[in-house]
Every structure is written in C-alpha cells, then in structure tokens.
C-alpha cells in the first residue's frame, strides 16, 4: 500500500517511520527543508521537501497512485486543503485528516474527509471518561468517518435508568451494543434494565446525537 | 604507518552517472585494480519519481540507461579489464549507490563529478556525492574533472 503522509513534524515522523517498518510504501512531505534533511537523515529519501499545500507538489509525491493521503500537519486549514485536493484531484480512494479545534470536525466531514483524527477530542474524552459529565463521549471514529463510537454515562435523571436497553426509542442510523456496568461489558438483551453508573455504548452517526442524548442523557439533576 | 603492501581496494563500486566523466573514472578504476585484481563493478541508476512505483519497468526499457553501461564495460575493456555492470531504479541516486556499495560488501565507491558553476557563479556539487560523502560506510573516490580553460 502505498501512503503519503504531508506533515513532518512528530506525528507524521513517527507515522511514516512505523507504516515502513510495517512494510508499506511512504513518502513524506514536509515544507522546512531543514526538518525535512534531519527526517531523510534518520529514516532515508523518502522524505520530499515542498508543501503539500499545492497540487503541484502533490502530484510529483505521487499522490495520483497514493492509496491513502494522511494530512497530519499542525494546521487544520492545511489538512483540509490537502485531503480535499487529495480526494478531488487526485481521487485517492482515502484522506485521513488531523483536526486539532473539535470544532473544525463538521467542516471537514462535510467537505468530504474520509477520516479525522482529532488529538484533542480523545484527551477531552479519556479526561471525561473519569469526571462526572452530562454529555456524550466520542471514543472514536469509525470507517469512513461517518460513524462514531459514542459513550453515554447514566446519571441521576436519565430517562434511560429503569428501563430497558431494548425499549428505549434509539433514533435511525444508530444502534446501542453494550452496557458497562462495574468496569465489565455485558451484551445487551430484554433483562437488560439500565441503572444509574452503567455506560452505554452505542455506535451512530453524528447528526443522531441529540435524539441519543435526549434517551440516554435527558435533563441531569443537579 | 599503512601496509604498503594491502591492496588499494578488493572490490569498488563505480557510480555511472551518464555524464561526461563516467570514461574516465572507469579507465582509472581499471588502472587501480589491475595491481591487485580487485572487482569493478559498474552501477547506474534510473531515478524513478513518486508518480510511478518503484517497480514500474523504467530502466529495462531505456536505450539510454543500457548504453550508459555499454560505454563503461567497452572503457574497461579497452583498459583490458573486466567490468560487472548493474543498473538499478531507485528514488535517490545517492542513497542507492551506497545500498548497493554495502550490499556488495565494497571497500571503496568512485564517483566523478563534472565541473559545474549554479547560476551566479558558485561552483554546483549537487545532491548526489554529498549524500556518498556522508553516508558510505567504505572509502570514497571523488575524481571531479578540470575545469574548462575559459573558467579557469
């Protein structure tokens, strides 16, 4: 498989230095030539020293045969505008971006990113995994990013507490599959009954949130 | 103090660009190695850029990369030596010339590097024999050719 990762700081570093030693082919593109000579130093000439910003650029890394374009660099309008060159013209079958503000995670959804990494996102969720929060968690994300895997932590005044896992009216594009209950996963069954503390784990798309948070999260107390 | 009597080298590496310097550092590599019947061993590479794999038949398929290798052997030749050539794809010259220097277990590579100025006037020693320089884990020969009378 061939991947272009564009970014050489330490993610795309460490990203191309483990997918060659997995055995695939890499070429990284970093625009500070001085970065770029000290990563071709230690991991070899797959290192090209233009921005990926232009198509140009793009073109002579190959991405016209890349079979994945991996956008890692610390800019999130950079990322952007590389896997949407990437995938528009050049039609890799697959972009992964980097998102370092959340809220750039829509944008870039919508304007067709396969894949998003958000850094950020999955240290705000292990952070929440262990304080009390009203909202839902993102764990991650599945496929071509059209998925997520989401967490609901059952609190006082969740319509959910009570009931069963299979009544409860999971909105279209979503499905609930496991209930954490004392640390240990359970499948979820009609004895199932939902009871404060549990975590519920559902996988869905994004604009199925706000239905899941009115069934699982409702109006917290306090 | 060196073994005055320890051969030069047992077996070289000779990295054929194409250019104008490739008979010469092949007459001389013949010359050095007739003492001590060390192995010459030609290497030209087709740099191959990121659009194509590296295995895309590039080099198999060029005139030009196989006279490259005609010329060499018919220098040595001439020198009455023998010549072993290889011809290899590679995204980076240097990088490849030294692999392959390894990979043989040579103890010297010789490269010839043509006199060239940049535009503005410095004097222009590329990418290539740099990277030999600073990566080759044997000997290196560098033979740069005169420079033209006029730049003198």
Redesign the interface.
């Known amino acids: 498989m061939?991947v272009l990762v564009v970014g050489g700081g330490k993610v795309g570093y460490y990203l191309t230095k483990e997918l060659i030693e997995s055995g695939h082919?890499v070429?990284l593109m970093e625009k500070d030539r001085v970065r770029a000579g000290q990563i071709a130093d230690e991991i070899?000439?797959?290192v090209?020293s233009h921005d990926g910003c232009e198509g140009k650029y793009l073109?002579?890394?190959?991405a016209?045969?890349a079979d994945i374009v991996a956008a890692v660099t610390g800019d999130d309008e950079d990322n952007l505008v590389i896997c949407q060159m990437a995938k528009h013209h050049f039609d890799v079958p697959r972009t992964i971006a980097r998102v370092n503000n959340p809220k750039n995670e829509s944008l870039f959804r919508h304007l067709g990113v396969d894949e998003i990494i958000s850094p950020t996102r999955m240290i705000l969720g292990s952070i929440e995994q262990d304080i009390p929060v009203h909202e839902l968690l993102h764990l991650a994300a599945l496929g071509v990013g059209e998925l997520e895997i989401i967490e609901a932590r059952l609190q006082p005044g969740s319509p959910a507490i009570g009931r069963s896992a299979l009544d409860l009216s999971v909105p279209e594009g979503c499905s609930l599959f496991g209930v954490i209950r004392d640390g240990k996963p359970t499948p979820l069954s009609a004895g199932t009954i939902l009871a404060e503390g549990d975590k519920v784990i559902a996988i869905g798309r994004p604009d199925c949130e706000p239905a899941l948070r009115d069934q699982l999260i409702g109006e917290p107390e306090g | 103090m060196a073994d005055s009597s320890a051969p030069q080298f047992r077996r070289a590496v000779i990295a054929l660009s194409g250019g104008r310097t490739d008979r010469s550092i092949v007459a001389l590599a013949s010359e050095q190695a007739r003492p001590d019947h060390a192995e010459l061993i030609g290497v030209h590479v087709v740099e191959i850029?990121?659009?194509?794999?590296?295995d895309a038949d590039v080099a198999g398929r060029s005139e030009d990369a196989q006279r490259v290798l005609d010329i060499a052997e018919a220098t040595a030749e001439a020198h009455r030596y023998k010549l072993d050539t290889v011809l290899l794809q590679?995204?980076?010259v240097?990088?490849a010339i030294v692999d392959e220097a390894t990979e043989r277990d040579a103890d010297l590579i010789i490269c010839g590097l043509p006199f060239r100025r940049r535009f503005g006037g410095d004097f222009a020693i590329g990418a290539t024999i740099p990277y030999i320089l600073k990566n080759a884990p044997c000997a290196v020969w560098v033979i740069r050719e005169a420079m033209p009378e006029e730049q003198a």
């Open positions: 061939f082919e070429a070899g000439s797959v090209i073109h002579e890394a190959g016209n045969r | 850029d990121w659009t194509l794999p590296l590679a995204r980076d240097g990088a």
